[in-house]
């Protein structure tokens, strides 16, 4: 894991003056926006919801419970379009957690890095990018992400039954890339925890791992992290709840207990 102490020493070089080199810098910045992630609850919140008001009023329920909110198209875009505003701000202010934006960027380079520079514009620390782009791609969001300390995530195979079908076979392949590529950290599915585990292989100790498909896709609390993800992703089990601040505490909870050791502070 990317550890903080890197990241203090640039900083107190970097204020006593030190000339630090460029590519340290680059990791610097990118360790800056990055280090406010953290894994105290290893709860990333899908905030899926489409009202604005209740967007609002969840994140600010949950916040002391999950270590960062993923915005996925359907808030963004049904609260852009319906309010002209920009959810992924405000809920960052409300928060101050860091923001992942879920677009799963998947086009060309010159398109894709388009869509990187509007979504950071937008204030995300962090963005999905599909794997199954290629190399191109993924480097072009890369370059684009690492200017801004932005983090880079990408999706390795997805978690619903579909991605058996194309995603799976390729998502060794992706990972390695993704690796290769210096990427933040992948995605990797919760509703199958073998493939969780065989990705941290690939990947090693560095990389994030996030990892979706718990509850109403069928993953179980904890079994992800259990194989080595950093984050699980968690939605409905969260923001269906009658009381979802609760129900990220418990969450929180049951995944400490399953793992039953200090949390990382990136
Ligand atoms: O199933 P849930 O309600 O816990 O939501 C899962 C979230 O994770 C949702 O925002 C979805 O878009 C995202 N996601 C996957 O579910 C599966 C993936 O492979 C990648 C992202």
Redesign the pocket.
Known sequence: MRALSNVAELQTRSQKGFKVRKKETKVYERELRMSRLTERNRIIH?L?VEDKEKALRIASAVKEYVDAI?I?YPTFLNILITHKSNIISEIKEITRLPILA?F?VADIPFISSRIMRITMDAGADGV?VHGMTGRDTVKACIATANKRGVGVFV?T????PG?IEFYQPLGDKIAKMAKELGATGI?A?ATRPNRVRKYRKIVGEDMIIIS??????GGQIGDAIAEGANFE?????IYTSSNPANSAREISQQLKKRLEKPPVVR
């Open positions: 899908a899926d993923k996925s879920c799963k999905t999706v195979e997805m978690s619903h991605a995605v599915p979706p498909g718990i509850g109403a896709q992703v968690i939605g409905r089990l």
